[in-house]
C-alpha cells in the first residue's frame, strides 16, 4: 500500500509546457497522473489471457480502453496524448493486441515512506534528445516490452 509516497518528477520546459496545455477541455496531466498512480515500485508479474510479461520498476500496464473509462476521455483522445507523450520522451509505450505497457521516463525516483526507489528507465534531460535522435522510444539498454507483431500482422497507427 502506498502510505507515503512522493515523486521526483523532471520534465523539460517542452514536456512541461505540453503537460500545462489543454485542448477541448483535456487536462493531459490527469493521464500521466493515472500512469504515474499505476506505476509498479518493485518487479511484478502479469498475466491477462493471451498476454504476460514482467513490469519493471517504473512500468504500468493500463490499456487505451482502461485510461479512456476512468478519464471519461475519448479513447482517440487517449491515444494521442500518449503519441505526443512518446514522441517528448515522457513516457515509452509498447502496445499488444490486450494491453499497453508504458514505461515512465520522467520519474527519476520514487520516495516511499522515507526510502529512495530509483527508476530504472529514467533518462536525463541532457540524454533525452541524444536518445531521440538515435534509438527512438527505447533507451540502448532496454529491452523490447513486447513480442513482435506475428507475420502478416500489422501494428495500429494513430
Known sequence: MKTN???CIVLSSEQLAYLAGSKYGID???ILHQLIEAAVLEENDYAIKGFS???Q???AIL???DLSSKLDYDKKTISRVLDKMNQLRIVASAQSNRTSVHTLKCISAWMEN???IDNPFYVRIKNRQEEGENTGALSNDAKPLLPPPPAGGKRFQF
Do not use: A, D, F, H
Open 28 to 30: 493531459r496531466m490527469k
Open 53 to 55: 510479461t514482467t513490469l
Open 57 to 59: 520498476v517504473g512500468q
Open 5 to 7: 509516497l512522493n515523486y
Open 114 to 116: 522515507g526510502n529512495r
Open 63 to 65: 490499456s487505451e480502453v
